[in-house]
């Protein structure tokens, strides 16, 4: 998946490979939605005999690996290639058994973005902690995950030091 980013700057396009990607396709994860903007993304875990654990609802990891690399690509997609933008860490917590379909909104606001940008202009690093809620079909929030990315500007783009 390393090299996609440079090929796909199309939303739908992106929207299909990751749906063929296999450890999405194998987990039932699927990339419902993505805003034409890169800001939005709506990511659905339907529920199959392979991701339910041994008590019969969702297994943890198949509901953490469906919001795994979202902020981090959408975030490449808005920052553009003169930013290396990373995963740096990820905790969930399990609020209520989670059945049948699932779904997580990803939202990136112009406050993020002008936060990164801002903290990053002078070259120093700057972490982005984003919180997101996995949901059940009734709206009602089954986990919640804490995202942190790491985003810097690349060397060739820092100031120059005096």
Known sequence: M???HKFVKHPEVFRRMMNIWPPF????????????????????????????????CHFGGSLFAMTDPFYMLMLIQLLGS?????????????????????????EVTDEHLHRIRESTVGGDKHEEVFIVSIKDAKDQVVARVKKTIYVRLKPENRPKAS
């Open 82 to 106: 003169k930013y290396y933008v990373w995963d740096v860490s990820a905790e969930i917590t399990f609020l209520k058994p989670a059945y049948k379909t699932v779904h997580v909104d990803f």
């Open 2 to 4: 390393a090299f996609w």
């Open 25 to 56: 396709a194998g987990a039932g994860i699927s990339v419902d939605e993505v805003s034409p903007d890169y800001r939005h993304m709506r990511i659905v875990l339907k529920d199959r005999i392979v991701n339910r654990n041994y008590v019969g």
